[in-house]
């Protein structure tokens, strides 16, 4: 919204932004403003320009929309304009602090020689900005802190949270990532019944009262914060009886929790994502347990080799399933009424192929990571995936990986998939071996109603005119079909909607 201002002085240009400025008014006051620039700057030349002002005659209402489309460092910065836009943007209703953490120098370093100062001012322009906010209801309230971030400034943060409850705040984004130790939020959070996304990550300790009431929640991030207890993580989950969204990032063996229960009978989409460092050893050992009989969809990349077990039977409708987790039958039995599925293929998700009905399933993603033999495995996916409509190999190329051999066997019969539905086929890194030939041809040859196949060739491959060409002899029965080659096909899915 607003261009860098600049000031001449001799031959020294220095270059701002307003809202950089603004730390200084919040918080001094013009005046000292005012002081701090005639001693650094006495000779400024400036420039009179008049215009004729047609927004600022714009009723208040709407001037607070307008602000709204800008960010809120901006939006503070109007505050110098004039004396109309003086207290415009303490009513704005939503507050976006998110900081990159990154130190910058600015006029502020140079006016005042500070050289952290704007971490430092940062804060403190959070601490003011949020003290003389007038809007009665905060929609939303997003503050990021960095690891930069100073941690010997007099601010609080479990004020700026408080401030926000009282103002009936429907949104909290809370990223706490400096040097600091974990800090717990004010209990008053956890009984705001009007907060309906809440997302905490970091450097943040998850301790929930006893009496903590969210019942207006519906999205609820967790990313690799700390909890108290497990009791803790119980307690915020059944707070929480109209919860629809959760999303848990675990990434350090220390948080305090060994049974990860997710209990939520309205949850109807998960993710959870748990990442070890190699040098964290002791792999396994817990448990995640959920427990979501509504549940829709479920996104797990888990390589913690934790346990997992499946309560009261949900009815999936998607799945991303990555890792080495164990998996309890249940579990497994719940992927049979996936309509979606994207997998990253081991030795553990090959069982499934073989044991489980997909007979639902019309779109199905598989992403080969490591070089495993899995032509076969995925024959077996197609002899149990009778609906199927959309098949996509995204291979992830490997640099200096051996390519371990191939074993491909036509199958005796052919899956009635090919038969009868399957209309697009993909495949990313598309290398040309042998074996990959042969499945390609055998798809080609069986698959009756595809409308589209597309390949994006290996990247490391030297001739990838030949591929082509061979990809282009082939013979496909379905005369109607399209081939289409790119260097980086996308996964492009059949627009399928629920009846």
């Not at 001799?10 to 005639?38: A, K, M, N, T, Y």
């Not at 303490?90 to 910058?104: E, F, Q, S």
């Not at 051999?405 to 899956?415: R, T």
């Not at 001739?463 to 399209?482: A, C, F, G, H, V």
Request: net charge negative; glycine share 4%.
């Amino acid at each position: 919204m607003f261009e860098p201002l600049s000031l001449f002085v001799g031959s020294i240009h220095v270059r701002f932004h307003v809202g950089d400025v603004i730390l200084i008014l919040l918080e001094q006051g013009i005046p000292v403003l005012l002081e701090q620039v005639s001693r650094r700057f006495p000779k400024k030349i400036t420039k009179r320009i008049e215009v004729e002002d047609k927004i600022s005659a714009l009723p208040d209402d709407l001037l607070v929309q307008i602000l709204l489309l800008v960010p809120t460092k901006d939006a503070v910065a109007t505050m110098i304009l004039s004396k109309r836009w003086r207290y415009i943007w303490t009513m704005v209703p939503k507050l976006d602090y998110l900081n990159d953490g990154i130190h910058k120098v600015g006029f502020l370093d140079f006016l005042f020689g500070d050289r952290d100062s704007y971490q430092r001012w940062f804060l403190r322009f959070i601490d003011e900005s949020l003290r003389v906010h007038k809007a009665p209801v905060l929609e939303k309230l997003a503050i990021g802190l960095g690891p930069r971030c100073p941690v010997d400034v007099n601010v609080d943060v479990g004020k700026w949270i408080e401030k926000a409850v009282n103002r009936k705040v429907r949104e909290i984004e809370f990223i706490l990532r400096w040097s600091a130790e974990h800090t717990s939020l004010p209990k008053i959070l956890y009984t705001c019944d009007t907060l309906v996304f809440l997302s905490l990550s970091e450097k943040i300790l998850v301790d929930v009262p006893s009496l903590a009431c969210l019942p207006s929640l519906e999205d609820l991030e967790l990313h690799s914060v700390v909890y108290k207890d497990e009791d803790s993580l119980a307690r915020l989950l059944s707070s929480c009886p109209n919860l629809n969204y959760l999303s848990v990032e675990r990434r350090d063996l220390q948080d305090n929790v060994k049974l990860f229960n997710i209990k939520a009978p309205l949850l109807e989409s998960l993710s959870y994502e748990y990442v070890r460092s190699h040098n964290e050893g002791n792999i396994g050992g817990g448990t995640l347990l959920i427990d979501c009989p509504a549940l829709k969809e479920i996104s797990i990349a888990d390589y913690s080799g934790d346990s997992c077990f499946v309560e009261n039977n949900p009815h999936l409708d998607k799945a991303f399933i990555s890792g080495f987790c164990n998996p309890d039958d249940k579990f497994v039995a719940c992927l049979s009424s996936v309509i979606d599925l994207e997998l990253v293929l081991n030795f553990a998700t090959f069982a499934w192929f073989n044991t489980v009905n997909f007979y639902q399933l019309l779109e199905c993603k598989i992403n080969i990571v490591d070089e495993v033999d899995w032509l076969e495995p995925l024959m077996f996916l197609l002899q149990n995936s009778p609906n199927l409509k959309v098949l996509s190999i995204y291979k992830t190329f490997i640099q200096n990986a051996e390519e371990l051999p191939l074993s491909w066997n036509q199958p005796s019969s052919v899956p009635e998939c090919l038969a009868t539905h399957l209309e697009i086929f993909e495949w990313n890194e598309y290398g040309g071996r042998n074996e990959e030939k042969e499945l390609v041809k055998y798809i080609f040859a069986n698959s009756k109603f595809l409308k589209r196949a597309g390949f994006s060739l290996k990247s490391t491959s030297q001739n990838k005119k030949k591929m082509m060409e061979e990809l282009e002899s082939m013979s496909r029965i379905s005369s109607s079909s399209q081939l289409i080659f790119s260097t980086q096909l996308e996964y492009m899915c059949v627009l399928y909607e629920k009846k």
